[in-house]
């Protein structure tokens, strides 16, 4: 019985991905005075993407080829299921962030080997950059669960973090969840690869870099790792700054995308070199006055 | 028609080759992507690699040098893979059909599903043309 509840949950997250995926097309599109793609587009180009030829290049390695993507689906599937059991069942094991954290590295650390094992003079390029933009924001966002745990008081329980907040509370009101959460947004920005972070698919200059060479079905499982993402990221920090009510959780995540469109649609992309200066000599310097803020109890 | 024929024409990819093209043709394509025209609410998108193509844009007259390459391009292309021929270069060589450097038209090197003509043809006439491969696709059976 609860392996269907699950398989409900995957289905829904796949398909609030897919919603959130298009609003941010369609937000984007309305900002340019155009009328942007149908609601279904990121589901019927994922679906062609699967009737489509897969092509595994001469050079490439080819285990790695074809694992990378399945390995970043596999571990995308799980954060989303912990985020979703953590939240309706109050169902968790010992230390479930640490967890969390590692199984959102996955998908980008096979992104970056899956890109390096195509063989492919660009992809190497964008792999580069995504090795350099990963561990720019992965220790700034370490630096921002910090700030939570410290908050909650030492407990690295997901359920814990939520029920704490549930009861009156809420992080995101007080200063230094205000600087944990600002964090945490530019996060995850640049962990969805969003316009001022989106060296590493760079289509004008290294013609979509990490993706290059993939084609037909991998790239779908690609698109379907990345539409996972696109849920559980937002969700994750939602469930970290501003829990509430179910209704309450879907209405943020939708003004969590439109706030990410804005960003996206108001900045040009960024330089690797600016990436690195960004997170490190800005956000983490004020991840340190939110960690002092919150040892003082601000 | 068929489920696949129905997916395939709600999200066509376009890869944009330039065979050596006066710029003028490539422009227009671009233009296809303003608001004016709009071509991202029928699915379509310019993507970067060949890998993800699904349609072909080629522009401009090939010369000796570019058509290997453009031959390559097209077996690097995943099948299912359409190709459009936008302007009148590359549909029947237009002035430089007695050039020294020029080979063929198009259709000599590459199977060809849709020719647009112009010089350059309007955004009009290109989604005109795309309209034309949708109704190729869901008519017939490949």
């Given at each position: 019985m609860k392996f269907i509840l699950y398989f409900l949950f995957l289905f829904f997250s796949v398909s609030m991905g897919g919603i959130g995926w298009w609003l941010e097309r369609k937000l984007t599109a309305r900002f340019q005075y155009r009328v942007g793609p149908p609601w279904y587009q990121n589901f019927i180009d994922i679906m062609k993407l699967f009737i489509k030829e897969t092509i595994i290049p001469q050079g490439a390695s080819r285990i790695l080829f074809i694992l990378s993507p399945l390995v970043s689906l596999s571990s995308s599937l799980i954060v989303a299921l912990i985020l979703i059991t953590d939240y309706f069942f109050k169902q968790n094991f010992i230390a479930d962030i640490i967890v969390i954290i590692y199984l959102l590295i996955i998908p980008s650390l096979f992104l970056i080997l899956g890109a390096f094992s195509s063989a492919n003079p660009l992809a190497l390029v964008g792999a580069i950059r995504e090795t350099k933009q990963l561990i720019a924001y992965e220790f700034v966002f370490i630096v921002s669960l910090v700030i939570v745990i410290i908050k909650t008081g030492?407990?690295?329980f997901l359920s814990e973090i939520i029920e704490r907040q549930m009861l009156?509370?809420?992080?995101?009101?007080s200063f230094s969840g205000l600087i944990a959460f600002i964090l945490a947004f530019f996060y995850l920005q640049a962990k969805l690869g969003?316009?001022?972070?989106?060296t590493p698919e760079a289509e004008q200059e290294i013609a979509s870099g990490v993706m290059i060479e993939y084609s037909g079905a991998l790239l779908g499982f690609w698109k379907i790792s990345k539409l996972l993402l696109y849920f559980s990221l937002p969700l994750f920090i939602i469930f970290l700054f501003l829990p509430g009510k179910f209704v309450d959780i879907i209405i943020k995540y939708f003004l969590l995308i439109l706030l990410i469109t804005v960003v996206k649609n108001i900045n040009p992309r960024m330089r690797i070199k600016d990436v690195l200066e960004f997170f490190w000599f800005f956000l983490f310097p004020l991840g340190l006055i939110g960690i002092f803020l919150a040892i003082n109890g601000y | 028609m068929g489920l696949k024929e129905k997916i395939l024409v709600k999200s066509l990819w376009v890869f944009h080759i330039s065979?050596?093209?006066?710029?003028n043709c490539d422009i227009e394509i671009l233009d296809c992507?303003?608001?004016?025209?709009?071509?991202?609410?029928?699915?379509?998108q310019l993507i970067g690699s060949i890998r993800h193509a699904d349609v072909l844009l080629v522009t401009g007259a090939m010369n000796k040098k570019s058509a290997p390459i453009l031959k390559d391009l097209y077996e690097q292309a995943p099948k299912p893979c359409f190709v459009v021929a936008v302007g009148t270069c590359p549909c029947s060589?237009?002035?430089?059909?007695?050039?020294?450097?020029t080979i063929s038209s198009l259709d000599a090197i590459i199977p060809v599903d849709v020719y647009i003509p112009g010089c350059p043809p309007k955004p009009e006439a290109i989604i005109a043309g795309i309209a034309k491969l949708i109704n190729k696709l869901t008519n017939d059976k490949r």
């Open positions: 030492g407990s690295l009156g509370n809420i992080y995101f009101k969003i316009i001022p972070f989106d | 065979a050596g093209s006066c710029n992507l303003t608001p004016r025209f709009d071509i991202e609410r029928f699915g379509m060589q237009h002035m430089f059909k007695d050039s020294y450097n």
